[in-house]
C-alpha cells in the first residue's frame, strides 16, 4: 500500500491572543533612527508641514515610512503591518495623516524638498563622525583619492495616469529619476546624495539637468568638503558618469569647480582610423579587473596625443579600452580585430592607465545601489501629483540611506552581512520574528534563540546603545 508524503510537516494552525511580531528584526532600524535624532532634526527642519500639536509630527512620519520601506513595503497602506504592534513600532501614523501629510507637501513642494535635504546633510555629518573613528567613508579624501559621485538615470514605469509622466525612449511610460550616489567600495554599495524626478521623456544627456544634479548632491556632503568661506574644495570629489556626462558644457562647468570627472565618451566614426594606428602592445598596458589583477587579452592606453580633444577643459585626457566582443554582441564600425573599443575621458592628476581605467569600469556598482533604491520603493510612485511623487522618491533616498548608515556603524567587525543587498537583510534579519511580553511592569521583545541571525540583531542593539552614547552630546546641539 501506498501512502503519500507531504514535502512539510503537518500542523495544526490556530489563532492566538499573544502579541507577536512578524517583523521583530525592524527594531534594529527603529532603534537607530533614534540614536542618531531623527526627530529631533526632522521637527527643527521640516516641523511645519505638521498642524500645531498634531500626535504624529514629521519625525515620527518620515521614520515610519522609512521603517516601511525598509521592511519590505510599497505602499503607504503597508503601515498597518507596524500599526498592528504599537508595542514595538510605537503608534504609527495612519494612511488618512499621511494623506494629509503629502496634501501640504504638494502645496510647497520646494520648501519640503530643500527641508529634506538639509535634514540628510545633518544626519550624514553625525554618522560620518562616527564612522570616522572605524571604518566607513568618513576619512582623509585627496586629490589623488578623491570622493567618487556617481550621476546615472533610470527608468520607471507609471501603471496609471500621473502628472507629468510621459513617454520615454524605450517605448514605456513613467518617470526617468536623475540619482547622484556615493560609491563606498565593495563592502558598504554606497549612499544616495540626491534624487531628482523627472518626465519620462527627459533627455539623459543634458548639461544643466547635470550641472543641478552636481550642485545638489555637493550640497548635501559634509562641511569637510568646503574651505571657512563655504566654497567647495573640488579636488576631493570625482563626478563618475556615462555618455550622457560627456558634454562640453557640463565638463567645463565641473572644471570651473576645480572637481574631477570620469565619464564614458562616445568615439566617433571620423576618428576610427587613427583608432586603427593604436596596434603597438608596446603602447597598451594590460587592464586589470576589479581586485587589481591583470585581465586576459584586455588592454587599456592614453590616446590624448592620437585623437584629439577639442574644446575640452585643459587636462583632459582621452583613454580607450580594447577587449574581447563578449558573446552574442553585435560587432560596430569601430570593433576592431575582433575586439571592442570604448573610451572615457578623465582629468584626474594620476597617469596610471590602468587604474584610472579599473577606478571608472567601478562606475557599474551604482547600478546595484540604484536597483537597491528601486527595492526600497522608488519602482512604483503612489501619488498623481509630481510634487508628491517627487517627495516620495526622496523619501525613498533617505531610507536607503539610513539602513546603509545602520550597516555601516552597527554591524559587528567583518560580519558577512555588510556585502548583503536589501532584500537579504529583509529574509534574514527583519523578519526574524519575536514575542512581546510584561514582566515586572516593563515589555520586553523576545526573539528566538534558534533563530540564525538573533546573535547579529543582539549585537547590533548593543552597538546601538555605544553609537547612541557617542551621539549624545551632538543630538542636544541646536540643528
Known amino acids: 500500500m501506498h501512502y503519500a508524503t507531504g514535502v512539510f510537516p503537518k500542523i495544526q494552525t490556530r489563532t492566538c491572543d499573544h502579541d507577536l511580531v512578524s517583523h521583530a528584526g525592524l527594531k534594529t532600524m527603529t532603534t537607530f533612527i533614534d540614536a542618531i535624532g531623527v526627530g529631533h532634526v526632522a521637527e527643527d527642519r521640516l516641523g511645519q508641514f505638521v498642524p500645531t500639536g498634531a500626535r504624529h509630527r514629521t519625525g515620527s512620519i ?21 500599526r498592528a504592534h504599537p508595542s514595538v513600532f510605537g503608534r ?8 494629509r ?9 520646494a520648501l519640503f524638498e530643500h527641508g529634506l535635504a538639509t535634514l540628510g546633510a545633518r544626519l550624514r555629518e553625525r554618522v560620518w563622525d562616527v564612522a570616522a573613528r572605524g571604518r566607513g567613508p568618513a576619512r582623509e579624501y585627496t586629490a589623488r583619492d578623491p570622493l567618487i559621485i556617481d550621476m546615472d538615470h533610470t527608468l520607471v514605469t507609471a ?22 550616489s556615493i560609491d563606498y567600495g565593495d563592502t558598504y554599495s554606497g549612499e544616495v546624495l540626491a534624487v531628482h524626478l523627472r518626465p519620462g521623456n527627459a533627455g539623459p544627456n543634458k548639461a544643466d539637468a547635470h550641472i543641478d544634479l552636481f550642485n545638489d548632491a555637493t550640497a548635501a556632503l559634509p562641511a569637510e568638503f568646503f574651505t571657512q568661506d ?13 555618455s550622457a556626462g560627456a558634454t562640453r558644457k557640463f565638463l567645463d562647468y565641473l572644471a570651473s569647480r576645480g572637481v574631477q570627472f570620469s565619464t564614458s565618451y562616445a568615439i566617433p566614426v571620423a576618428s576610427d582610423p587613427y583608432v586603427h594606428r593604436i596596434e603597438d602592445k608596446d603602447y597598451w598596458q594590460p587592464a586589470l579587473d576589479h581586485e587589481g589583477e591583470q585581465r586576459e587579452d584586455a588592454w587599456v592606453v592614453n590616446a590624448t596625443d592620437v585623437i584629439a580633444l577639442k574644446d575640452y577643459p585643459e587636462g583632459t585626457n582621452l583613454y580607450l579600452r580594447a577587449e574581447p566582443l563578449h558573446p552574442g554582441a553585435r560587432t560596430t564600425l569601430l570593433d576592431h580585430d575582433g575586439r571592442r573599443l570604448t573610451a572615457f575621458l578623465c582629468n584626474s592628476p594620476r597617469w596610471d592607465t ?11 556598482r551604482c547600478e546595484n545601489l540604484i536597483k537597491t533604491l528601486k527595492n526600497l520603493g522608488l519602482e512604483r510612485f503612489p501619488f498623481k501629483s509630481f510634487t508628491a511623487n517627487r517627495a516620495w522618491a526622496s523619501i525613498t533616498a533617505l531610507a536607503m540611506n539610513l539602513w546603509t548608515w545602520a550597516r555601516l556603524t552597527t554591524l559587528p567587525s567583518g560580519h558577512h552581512g555588510t556585502s548583503w543587498d536589501i532584500k537579504r537583510w529583509r529574509y534574514r534579519i527583519f523578519t526574524t ?22 546573535g547579529t540583531i543582539m549585537s547590533i542593539l548593543k552597538n546601538l546603545t555605544h553609537l547612541r552614547d557617542l551621539l549624545q552630546p551632538t543630538l542636544l546641539q541646536p540643528t
Request: glycine share 12%; charged share 25%.
Open 159 to 180: 501603471h496609471s495616469d500621473k502628472e507629468y509622466a510621459k513617454g520615454n525612449y524605450k517605448g514605456g511610460y513613467g518617470y526617468a529619476p536623475f540619482i547622484a
Open 62 to 82: 518620515l521614520g515610519a515610512l522609512s521603517v516601511m520601506l525598509i521592511g519590505g513595503g510599497s505602499f503607504v497602506s503597508d503601515l498597518d503591518m507596524l
Open 101 to 109: 501629510f503629502f496634501d501640504r507637501i504638494a502645496a510647497d513642494g
Open 433 to 454: 520574528a519575536g514575542k512581546v511580553i510584561t514582566r515586572a511592569r516593563k515589555r520586553y521583545l523576545l526573539l528566538p534563540k534558534r533563530s540564525p541571525e538573533t
Open 230 to 242: 563655504g566654497e567647495l574644495i573640488g579636488e576631493k570629489i570625482l563626478i563618475r558618469t556615462d
Open 354 to 364: 590602468q587604474e584610472l581605467d579599473r577606478r571608472h569600469r567601478q562606475r557599474a
Open 92 to 99: 504609527a501614523p495612519s494612511n488618512a495623516t499621511i494623506s
